[in-house]
């Protein structure tokens, strides 16, 4: 691999302004490719637990992705965070949807990763647990009966949660708190920086009440701050619409500003994530099982009833990522941004239901950092 092309100064106003994070160093100088998709692995991932089959699960299931900086030592600090936790396929019994949770108590959390252009990997550096407004740890669980229902490995019920987080997107304000995208209720959710829930807005309660008629396990998937407002995607249209809906939230007033409507390009399509590149543009995963692609899209000017305005910018399959989830996607620098892949928690899917015991798949956790056309940056 060669590094052999530097990207402009990352002044600390220009971070600010189109990542929104507080984390920046003036000096920073990005040395990559201008021409190579880096391709980053997580090797060693820690282990969380061990179900009650006595199988370990190690961390994963990345959802939405965040650039913080460059170290001293060249290298690349990236926010991204779990989902709901280690789970396997549905499946409909007694014309109600159950899903096995591998390890129930599962805490949603934050995760901190350095990532080595040189060596090609990538290591978890922190984590923090998510928490209620007490102080208590929060779990995955759904929470209620409009949701999926939970089980446990051998199908015996468990109990919904009313504060369970299904998170799939971040952002990171000035104040170093982090907005998130949620799936059941759908929720924006607000943490504080060392992730005690601040506030949470659902469908009635600052948020259109329609979007709560979201595919079963497609709500939020996307989530990017611009000034004061936050700016949320659904994963998939409602009722197999071809369409779906963005929402404005106005973090002051906390109430819907406006909401837009974003034209998928093919009808199984589904997001993966979002980010804000500044004038109301913002750069968007959208994939289905044979295409992956990232679109730039603009929301400023739009007539009423108009359709968001979107330009293919990035063919991702084209580019040889095969994953089968993209679902984070932040800039780095001025010139390219970075991708990162949910690997399910290493789970295949399927479960014996009379051991207890899962199949799992041979799938990294990767990040890739891909350089922008130069039309673009």
């Known amino acids: 691999m060669k590094i052999d092309k530097i990207i402009s100064a990352l002044l600390c106003c220009v971070l600010l302004q189109i990542v929104n994070s507080p984390f920046c160093e003036a000096s920073t100088q990005l040395k990559l490719s201008a021409d190579e998709v880096i391709k980053i692995t997580l090797k060693n991932p820690d282990i969380l637990d061990k179900t009650k089959a006595q199988q370990s699960i190690a961390i994963g299931g990345f959802s939405g992705l965040r650039f913080l900086r460059q170290t001293s030592k060249g290298k690349l600090l990236f926010l991204t965070h779990t989902d709901r936790g280690p789970n396997t396929e549905a ?18 959390r934050l995760i901190f990763l350095e990532a080595d252009i040189v060596t090609k990997t990538m290591r978890i550096k922190k984590q923090i647990q998510l928490k209620d407004a007490k102080g208590k740890l929060l779990t995955g669980l759904p929470r209620e009966r409009s949701n999926e229902h939970p089980v446990n490995l051998k199908g015996k019920a468990l109990a919904f949660d009313k504060l369970g987080m299904d998170l799939e997107g971040i952002a990171i304000a000035k104040d170093g708190s982090y907005w998130m995208a949620e799936e059941y209720g759908p929720s924006i959710v607000h943490f504080s920086s060392q992730g005690k829930l601040l506030n949470l807005f659902q469908p009635g309660e600052g948020l259109p009440a329609y979007i709560k008629q979201r595919k079963l396990n497609r709500g939020f998937e996307g989530i990017a701050l611009e000034n004061r407002k936050v700016f949320a995607i659904l994963q998939s249209g409602i009722k197999n619409s071809k369409t779906l809906p963005i929402v404005e939230f106005d973090i002051d007033k906390q109430v819907t500003t406006a909401q837009y409507s974003y034209p998928l390009d093919e009808q199984d399509g589904r997001i993966g994530d979002m980010v804000s590149v500044g004038s109301k543009r913002f750069l968007v995963i959208e994939q289905n099982k044979k295409n992956k692609k990232i679109f730039l899209i603009h929301l400023g000017n739009l007539l009423k009833d108009e359709l968001v305005h979107k330009q293919e910018l990035i063919n991702l399959t084209s580019l040889g990522l095969n994953a089968k989830k993209i679902e984070g996607i932040t800039l780095v620098g001025q010139k390219h941004i970075a991708v990162i892949t949910d690997n399910d928690f290493g789970l295949a899917g399927e479960l014996d239901q009379k051991t ?3 199949t799992f798949k041979k799938e990294k956790s990767m990040l890739y950092i891909i350089p922008l056309p130069l039309k673009f940056s």
């Open 91 to 108: 499946y409909i019994r007694d014309r109600i949807v159950q899903r096995p949770f591998m390890l129930p108590n599962f805490t949603p």
């Open 356 to 358: 207890g015991r899962a």
